[in-house]
């Protein structure tokens, strides 16, 4: 059993190299989760200088690492946009400092040597979103594209399963290095952290982590950039969605849902939120078509709201057995009907993203 003043004391011993105090006396560490063997926390700093922390970063986890009864350690490096200078004014809540503070700019910023950003989206978790979003990249692969994946559901990353991929990702000159699988860049919300605990994703934390693995991880070199980054979003339409969807650069975006009409209903919410920010919905995906859930409603949805309907999938067990086992069934079964059904969507979505 770790104590937390243990955890605090080490923190603190690994020096801010901004203010040259500690850590924790230096208000950079912020929800700080203690379990039995674990520990985690946001390293929160200002967000000019995010790269300079990765550094930081990788010392404290490995002053919580060296702590005695500690196995796991994990600390998300989150940037807040705010006036290098602020102050933490003491006794003031967080709200108040908070007001007193220019607005935060929406970050224009994309991510470097990225040509297009799409997302896959779902009103619903459980609806097969991840799945789209494993195989879409890799038919994207396959049309001879440069593909990544970053799996930006922070509610319930599934693509290090999905993908076969894990360990933490390497840094290299203050940025994070992607996983390779299959050919694709991959990174996930999931490879940052293995808390249990959700508590330590408020939304903005959320939307900080996530900017920060779109902008700071090295998806493409101006000799090699990535044609198309596939993000795979958390379900839902509330306001971590929201948030989420406007500070990120998005091209377009791939609405899944399953034939039922308590689904429909969350996918056309999903399109009004894109239709919100004055993202394009390239279209509507029908997953777990069939006997089972039904067929059909996704088409007809998507004629109701004037998106274009880019396919159904049917419900196969062989696209669980292949996302279970690491390996999207596009590539487990290249030449099966379920490939060639993500083959004709991956070339509308092309041709619609312009590549
Ligand atoms: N067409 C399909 N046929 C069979 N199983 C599927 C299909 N699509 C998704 N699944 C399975 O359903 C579960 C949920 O899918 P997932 O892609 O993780 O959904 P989401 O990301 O929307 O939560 C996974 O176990 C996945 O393998
Ligand atoms: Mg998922």
Redesign the pocket.
Known sequence: MVERSAVIAALDAVIDPASGRGLVAAGLVQGLVVGEDRAGFALEVDGARAALYAPVRDAAEAALKALPGLARASVILTAEARPAAAPRTAGLSRAAVDQGRPKAPVPTDRPAHVRRVLAVA?GK???????VAVNLAAALATRGLSAGVLDA?VY?P?LPTMLGIAGQPAYEDGAIVPHQAHGLKAMSVGLLTRMDDAMIWRGPMASQAITQMLTQTRWGTAEAPLDVLVVDLP?GTGDVQLTLIQKTPLDGAVV?STPQEVALADARRAHTLFQKVGVPTLGLIE??SGPVFGQGGAEAEAARLGVPFLGD?????A??QA??AGRPVVLADPSGEIAGRFAAVAARVAAELGL
């Not at 999938?313 to 067990?317: E, K, S």
């Open positions: 779902s978790g459980g609806v097969g979103k991840s799945t559901d319930g599934s379900p899944v997953n777990m999938l049917p419900l196969d067990a696209v669980r996302g279970d």
